[in-house]
T-cell receptor
Framework: ETGVTQTPRHLVMGMTNKKSLKCEQH?????MYWYKQSAKKPLELMFV???????ENNSVPSRFSPECPNSSHLFLHLHTLQPEDSALYLC??????????????FGPGTRLLVL | AQSVSQHNHHVILSEAASLELGCNYS??????LFWYVQYPGQHLQLLLK??????LVKGIKGFEAEFIKSKFSFNLRKPSVQWSDTAEYFC?????????FGAGTTVTVRA
């Protein structure tokens, strides 16, 4: 158990649906991350939050909208997704944002299928 | 921009065989290095990490990795694998501003 939980674990949605992914960390960390994991590709960093402020947005399409209401919770709101957005979405946390000496801890991921 | 390259896409071996997975990175400055493992149906777990000091790092489950700065490499090794080592292995490099991952190596251990 890593102390980072994600819900739901699996999600199937149509291209016109709106859904949200939730991440919660129980480690007392101040930084949280969203990654996209596609088959046989490196993990792609999507968003970084530090103390509830977004510090990085890696050219992610606007159909993905993050929200960080407090340092323990992170959401990813999804709307009008495309089939190529189907992937495993991973949440991670670290004590501080990813600088030297930091280790990120990952949740189990949400397996998303867009039809 | 930094990048991480894992040499092997898929490795298949028998129990008790030795394993070595290659990892090279492109960033020239000070780095932290990680190996993560993802067992089937489970989350990414930290296997070992290098921040400073002894370049030979020992991790969990009998794994070790060696940082060779001159070769920009951080190869993962295990002298004798078990069936339970079947998983996907990811090398990651942390520079001053971001953590970058390799594409992963799938390891299949046959009983």
């Amino acid at each position: 158990e890593t102390g980072v939980t994600q819900t739901p674990r699996h999600l199937v949605m149509g291209m016109t649906n709106k859904k949200s992914l939730k991440c919660e960390q129980h480690l007392g960390h101040n930084a949280m991350y969203w990654y996209k994991q596609s088959a046989k590709k490196p993990l792609e960093l999507m968003f970084v939050y530090s103390l509830e402020e977004r510090v990085e947005n890696n050219s992610v399409p606007s159909r993905f909208s993050p929200e960080c209401p407090n340092s323990s919770h992170l959401f990813l709101h999804l709307h009008t997704l495309q089939p190529e957005d189907s992937a495993l979405y991973l949440c991670a946390s670290s004590l501080r944002t990813s600088g030297m000496g930091e280790t990120q801890y990952f949740g189990p991921g949400t397996r998303l299928l867009v039809l | 921009a930094q990048s991480v390259s894992q040499h092997n896409h898929h490795v298949i071996l028998s129990e008790a065989a030795s394993l070595e997975l290659g990892c090279n990175y492109s960033y020239g400055g000070t780095v932290n290095l990680f190996w993560y493992v993802q067992y089937p149906g489970q989350h990414l777990q930290l296997l070992l990490k290098y921040f400073s000091g002894d370049p030979l790092v020992k991790g969990i489950k009998g794994f070790e990795a060696e940082f060779i700065k001159s070769k920009f490499s951080f190869n993962l090794r295990k002298p004798s694998v078990q069936w339970s080592d079947t998983a996907e292995y990811f090398c990651a490099v942390n520079s001053l501003y971001k953590l970058s991952f390799g594409a992963g190596t799938t390891v299949t251990v046959r009983a």
